[in-house]
């Protein structure tokens, strides 16, 4: 409840223009877990537009179910025209298993949304399963299964950033341009190694992307990355970055 509580005076003190929940909202996926999940969702709605996409714990004992019902649709498409962003949400669950795919229905949908947005847009992605190794979180394992066709289609697509959650440890990668970016848990103990309860803040303007990590226990935040960017005939890119490796809080 503390980190709960931190969470929403620090994203009100924030003031953002949209929030991004990248899954596991509930443990087990139960129906009273979704009714205290749907609570803290609209609480977050009070503070801003609130985007949510499932999580594999969110999948479990038929858990989907009251996704869609109390929380909403799977997948989505954001589009602001005055922030120059667009950011598709995916679900890459799957019942009662930890792995994770986005299958070809998505990737199908996937590219159509992503051939109708202009070229000088930021383009985001968002989904649960990280789409690459994450370092300090032990055996690889639970990486989508179809990552290799995902991975293909947002470079075809100019794709800028994705975001990813399931690990609980932040990291930042770059490939191709592209941005993967990871985020902690929030308002978890699960943590692993020294990390500690952390969330990203995306700061997009004209002149690049700055990636705050945000510490739910102290309120601390340091940046992580930031990157420059620039209109190559008529296309949005990553053009060049600096990035802070250090972990301390």
């Known amino acids: 409840m503390e980190l709960k509580n931190n969470l929403l005076r620090q994203v009100t003190d924030e003031n953002p223009d949209l929030i991004i929940v990248s899954g596991d909202l509930t443990t087990e996926g139960y129906s009273h877990e979704y009714d205290d999940a749907a609570e803290f969702v609209d609480e977050l709605n009070s503070i801003s ?35 120059g962003f667009v950011i598709a949400g995916l679900d890459s669950s799957e019942p009662d298993i930890n792995d994770g795919q986005i299958g070809y229905d998505q990737l199908a949908w996937l590219k159509s949304e992503l ?53 609980h ?26 990390t500690y309860p952390s969330y990203n803040e995306l700061l997009i303007d004209d002149g690049g992307i700055f990636v705050n990590l945000i510490n739910t226990f102290t309120g601390y935040k340091r940046e992580v990355a930031n990157y420059a960017v620039e209109l190559n005939e008529n296309e949005y890119s990553i053009c060049s970055y600096n990035y802070n490796s250090d972990n301390g809080v």
């Open 49 to 83: 537009e609130v985007h949510v996409v499932p999580g594999n714990h969110d999948a479990r004992n038929v858990g989907l179910i009251h996704f869609e019902k109390q929380i909403g649709e799977r997948k989505f498409i954001h589009i602001d025209k005055s922030g």
């Open 169 to 194: 440890v932040p990291n930042v990668w770059m490939i191709e341009k592209m941005v993967t970016l990871n985020s902690g848990t929030a308002t978890t103990r699960k943590l692993r190694g020294n």
């Open 115 to 167: 051939e109708k947005v202009p070229k000088d847009m930021c383009k985001i992605v968002t989904f649960h399963h990280h789409l690459l190794p994450i370092p300090q979180t032990g055996r690889e394992r639970n990486i989508l299964l179809d990552s290799g066709d995902l991975l293909r289609l947002f470079i075809d697509s100019g794709v800028d950033f994705v975001l990813n959650g399931h690990k």
